[in-house]
């Protein structure tokens, strides 16, 4: 028998790796390249004949699709033809009454419309195109995660399954057992968002080009990121789909209630920005009689509904018992453990019910990625911290009505940069039922309000096939109506009021006065709004003078007339006093005949973020790490400094820049000039050249 030497193992060892790596199978990635993007696809074609080009982007951004081994693209990338790309968790799908209540609460039952002809395209985590209410409406779409024409929802044979597009798209236009907003729509899907629902910038982008292609007439995006800026790559992309004239709707995101919260792309500023509203709800809390203490709930999508006779018993998870006896509610603290584990080992150790406490200020929105047996909710730092104090209070299950309120979890404005009011507008969007693969589900979120603001475009779309992306976003604004005791940072123009925009003779354009961020002791701000007749008789507007507060003092004109589809340009004015603002922000409505116009002045109070949303992570193709952040404002410096999270010792400062200009900051970073593996407090510290500062904490994770 003959035996291997050393030296021929070692050779064999390498010629086998070699091969290995010769014979990787393909994979396929969207690229953001510099130049012409056809030009470059050519050249890679001549330079890598086995590469295989499926897709050419230059109408949203300049990109190309390939399909090519690993180190092909490893060498592709090292050629300076392709720009930075961007990580694949930029964006998250961002996620209960009935959709058949939802529905007749904002679209009157004798409306004439049901959207037919009109092509909406849903860029989500795909569509069960096989689903009863879906199956009729559904008319293609593609996927531009596995880069083919099939945009089916992740499937568990794939990874983390997905239902989100789904959901979306049933309340865009279900039309079976349930009814859509718009019916006899179009649906088309494409699926940007893979497995578990994450996805990167590219991919949207790609995503929203293809569906301008494809000839869209509306695009839904339920999707979105943390960064407050205007000028992101996917909040530049749609406002170019804007122009190309397709009318794009999307969520405003879930972080509220604070202000700033608001994340691209719904910081573009033609895109219709939607925040999340109370359709009639019955809302459940907990009660205990004795402290006459009522505890808020938020209750986790994929859990059951909280529906309890007997009273529950309070146990803190720092000192209950393994085994809970009957009618327990177990209380954990937020941590790094899933909620889906969280909840499985509640129900094992005999819980009843789980209450998540928030580890910040606040209440959080959350999801179950397997089905479980016990109710799950998310509640306050404070009520958690009360609990745990009170230990054994029993808890009564009770419920409120609630309609026409803004939900909490919903993102507020202003955006930075602009100072622009976000969101616009505001639609149902908690505890909405709707399609998901395999049946019904019950979702929160303002992905669930954009759907509903998508539909009611269709609808206009079929009443004026003519009117324009920004004729159908202004028809929106001028029509909606505020929601009483909030404000425009909130809610914008107020809710969604179809009847009135089906119905309205008056369009006015730029209706929301961004009067911005004023320094001086006084200064004069002006705003100019179109008004258009758009009935066959003259009508006359008049502008009610508002109260006159010392800060802040309007000059409105006087009453005009305008002929019969005639359109007039008008100049609102306002004087401010930054040295007598009493609050950060001055916000309201000014009344023009009866149509509201959300106005929003920034004193010096007001203290925007300058700087968010850092991103880390290590990129395969060139093998180094990449960070990328939003500065708000031209910086001075901008310093990242690593912190042990368990002891705050401090390891190394990662970045330091001079000279910052405000948009986005990215940079790379070698494997040698990082701590070693593990996870990291990174604090950022901006400097701006006004003077100020400004810090922020997250966390990072390197991977060497």
């Given at each position: 028998?003959?035996?291997?030497?050393?030296?021929?193992?070692?050779?064999?060892?390498?010629?086998l790796l070699?091969?290995?790596?010769?014979?990787?199978?393909?994979?396929?990635?969207i690229?953001?390249?510099?130049?012409?993007?056809h030009?470059?696809?050519?050249q890679?074609?001549?330079?890598?004949?086995?590469?295989?080009?499926l897709a050419?982007?230059?109408t949203?951004?300049?990109?190309?699709?390939?399909?090519?081994?690993?180190?092909?693209?490893?060498?592709?990338?090292?050629?300076?033809?392709v720009?930075?790309?961007?990580?694949?968790?930029?964006?998250?799908?961002?996620?209960?009454?009935?959709?058949?209540?939802?529905v007749?609460?904002?679209?009157?039952?004798?409306?004439p419309?049901?959207?037919?002809?009109?092509?909406v395209?849903?860029?989500d985590?795909?569509?069960?195109?096989?689903?009863?209410d879906?199956?009729?409406?559904?008319?293609?779409?593609?996927?531009?995660?596995?880069?083919?024409?099939?945009?089916?929802?992740?499937?568990p044979?794939?990874?983390?399954?997905?239902?989100?597009?789904?959901?979306?798209?049933g309340?865009i236009?279900?039309n079976?057992?349930m009814?859509?907003?718009?019916?006899?729509?179009?649906?088309?899907?494409?699926?940007a968002?893979?497995p578990?629902?994450?996805?990167?910038?590219?991919?949207?982008?790609?995503a929203?080009?293809?569906?301008?292609?494809?000839?869209?007439?509306?695009?839904?995006?339920?999707?979105?990121?943390?960064?407050?800026g205007?000028?992101?790559?996917?909040?530049?992309?749609?406002?170019?789909?804007?122009?190309?004239?397709?009318t794009v709707?999307?969520?405003g995101?879930?972080t509220?209630?604070?202000?700033?919260?608001?994340?691209?792309?719904?910081?573009?500023?033609?895109?219709?920005?939607?925040?999340a509203?109370?359709?009639?709800?019955?809302?459940?809390?907990?009660?205990?009689?004795?402290?006459?203490?009522?505890?808020?709930?938020?209750?986790?999508?994929?859990?059951?509904?909280?529906s309890?006779?007997r009273?529950?018993?309070?146990?803190?998870?720092?000192?209950?018992?393994?085994?809970?006896?009957?009618?327990?509610?177990?209380?954990?603290?937020?941590?790094?453990?899933?909620?889906?584990?969280?909840?499985?080992?509640?129900?094992a150790?005999?819980?009843t019910?789980?209450?998540?406490a928030?580890n910040?200020?606040?209440?959080?929105?959350?999801?179950?990625?397997?089905?479980?047996?016990?109710?799950v909710?998310?509640?306050?730092?404070?009520?958690?911290?009360?609990?745990?104090?009170?230990?054994?209070?029993?808890?009564q299950?009770?419920?409120?009505?609630?309609?026409?309120?803004i939900?909490?979890?919903?993102?507020?404005?202003?955006?930075?940069?602009?100072?622009?009011?976000k969101?616009?507008?505001?639609?149902?969007?908690?505890n909405?039922?709707?399609?998901?693969?395999?049946?019904?589900a019950?979702?929160?979120?303002?992905?669930?309000?954009?759907?509903?603001?998508?539909?009611?475009?269709?609808l206009?779309?079929?009443?004026h096939?003519?009117?324009?992306?920004?004729?159908?976003?202004?028809?929106?604004?001028?029509?909606?109506?505020p929601?009483?005791?909030?404000?425009?940072?909130?809610?914008?123009?107020?809710?969604?009021d179809l009847?009135?925009?089906?119905?309205t003779?008056t369009?006015?354009?730029?209706?929301?006065?961004?009067?911005?961020?004023?320094?001086?002791?006084?200064d004069?701000?002006?705003?100019?709004?179109?008004?258009?007749?758009i009935s066959?008789?003259?009508?006359?507007?008049?502008?009610?003078q508002?109260?006159?507060?010392q800060?802040?003092?309007?000059?409105?004109?006087?009453?005009?007339?305008?002929?019969?589809?005639?359109?007039?340009?008008?100049?609102?004015?306002?004087?401010?006093?930054?040295?007598?603002a009493?609050?950060?922000?001055?916000?309201?409505?000014?009344?023009?005949?009866?149509?509201?116009?959300?106005?929003?002045?920034?004193?010096?109070?007001?203290?925007?973020?300058?700087?968010?949303?850092?991103?880390?992570?290590?990129?395969?193709?060139d093998?180094?790490?990449?960070?990328?952040?939003?500065?708000?404002?031209?910086?001075?410096?901008?310093?990242?400094?690593?912190?042990?999270?368990?002891?705050y010792?401090?390891?190394?400062?990662?970045?330091?820049?001079?000279?910052v200009?405000?948009?986005?900051?990215?940079?790379?970073?070698?494997?040698n000039?990082?701590?070693?593996a593990?996870?990291?407090?990174?604090?950022?510290s901006?400097?701006?050249?006004?003077?100020?500062?400004?810090?922020?904490?997250?966390?990072?994770?390197?991977?060497?």
């Amino acid at each position: 028998m003959y035996t291997l030497s050393l030296k021929e193992c070692t050779y064999m060892i390498l010629l086998l790796l070699m091969l290995i790596s010769a014979f990787q199978d393909p994979v396929s990635v969207i690229m953001e390249v510099e130049g012409d993007p056809h030009q470059v696809a050519e050249q890679i074609e001549a330079d890598h004949p086995r590469v295989e080009i499926l897709a050419v982007y230059d109408t949203i951004f300049n990109g190309i699709a390939i399909k090519a081994e690993p180190r092909t693209l490893t060498q592709i990338e090292k050629t300076g033809l392709v720009k930075q790309n961007y990580p694949v968790t930029t964006y998250q799908a961002t996620k209960t009454e009935s959709l058949n209540q939802s529905v007749p609460f904002i679209v009157p039952e004798d409306t004439p419309y049901t959207g037919k002809g009109v092509k909406v395209g849903v860029i989500d985590t795909g569509i069960d195109y096989t689903h009863p209410d879906l199956q009729k409406n559904y008319q293609g779409g593609f996927d531009l995660v596995d880069f083919d024409k099939d945009p089916m929802e992740t499937t568990p044979e794939q990874g983390i399954p997905t239902t989100h597009g789904s959901h979306v798209a049933g309340i865009i236009a279900a039309n079976g057992r349930m009814k859509g907003v718009a019916p006899d729509a179009q649906i088309f899907g494409y699926r940007a968002l893979g497995p578990g629902g994450s996805g990167s910038s590219v991919q949207v982008m790609a995503a929203i080009e293809q569906a301008v292609k494809d000839g869209m007439d509306v695009l839904n995006l339920s999707l979105g990121n943390t960064i407050n800026g205007p000028d992101w790559p996917t909040s530049v992309a749609v406002n170019r789909a804007t122009e190309q004239g397709v009318t794009v709707v999307i969520a405003g995101g879930n972080t509220g209630p604070d202000p700033w919260t608001i994340g691209s792309p719904a910081t573009a500023e033609s895109v219709i920005s939607v925040g999340a509203s109370t359709p009639p709800t019955e809302v459940p809390y907990l009660y205990e009689p004795f402290f006459r203490k009522k505890i808020e709930l938020l209750p986790l999508q994929g859990a059951p509904a909280w529906s309890f006779e007997r009273d529950l018993q309070v146990a803190h998870n720092d000192t209950a018992p393994k085994e809970l006896a009957a009618d327990h509610v177990l209380v954990v603290d937020r941590g790094e453990t899933p909620f889906t584990e969280l909840a499985k080992e509640a129900e094992a150790r005999g819980a009843t019910a789980l209450l998540i406490a928030n580890n910040e200020d606040g209440i959080f929105q959350g999801a179950l990625e397997q089905a479980v047996n016990i109710p799950v909710a998310a509640i306050t730092k404070e009520a958690g911290a009360w609990l745990k104090q009170e230990k054994g209070v029993l808890l009564q299950m009770e419920t409120s009505q609630v309609v026409d309120t803004i939900a909490d979890f919903s993102s507020r404005g202003p955006v930075t940069v602009t100072w622009s009011i976000k969101p616009e507008i505001v639609a149902p969007g908690a505890n909405i039922l709707s399609t998901v693969p395999g049946g019904y589900a019950s979702y929160n979120g303002t992905s669930m309000a954009a759907p509903h603001i998508a539909g009611v475009v269709a609808l206009i779309k079929e009443a004026h096939p003519d009117w324009t992306p920004a004729q159908i976003k202004a028809a929106l604004l001028t029509t909606a109506d505020p929601l009483e005791g909030f404000l425009p940072t909130e809610q914008g123009a107020g809710k969604v009021d179809l009847q009135e925009v089906l119905a309205t003779d008056t369009i006015i354009y730029h209706s929301l006065y961004n009067i911005g961020r004023k320094n001086p002791v006084l200064d004069r701000s002006e705003h100019t709004i179109v008004v258009e007749n758009i009935s066959d008789q003259p009508k006359t507007y008049t502008f009610e003078q508002p109260y006159q507060q010392q800060a802040i003092r309007f000059y409105l004109p006087k009453s005009f007339t305008l002929k019969p589809y005639e359109k007039k340009e008008i100049t609102l004015e306002a004087t401010v006093k930054n040295h007598l603002a009493e609050e950060a922000f001055i916000q309201g409505y000014l009344l023009l005949n009866d149509y509201k116009l959300p106005y929003l002045w920034l004193t010096e109070k007001a203290e925007a973020p300058m700087a968010m949303g850092l991103e880390f992570y290590f990129e395969l193709l060139d093998g180094d790490y990449h960070y990328q952040l939003y500065v708000v404002e031209d910086a001075s410096d901008v310093t990242i400094d690593l912190y042990k999270p368990d002891t705050y010792e401090f390891v190394q400062t990662m970045v330091e820049r001079k000279d910052v200009p405000k948009g986005v900051l990215k940079g790379v970073l070698n494997g040698n000039e990082l701590p070693e593996a593990g996870t990291y407090i990174a604090n950022i510290s901006v400097s701006a050249e006004s003077g100020e500062s400004f810090q922020y904490q997250t966390m990072i994770m390197v991977e060497k």
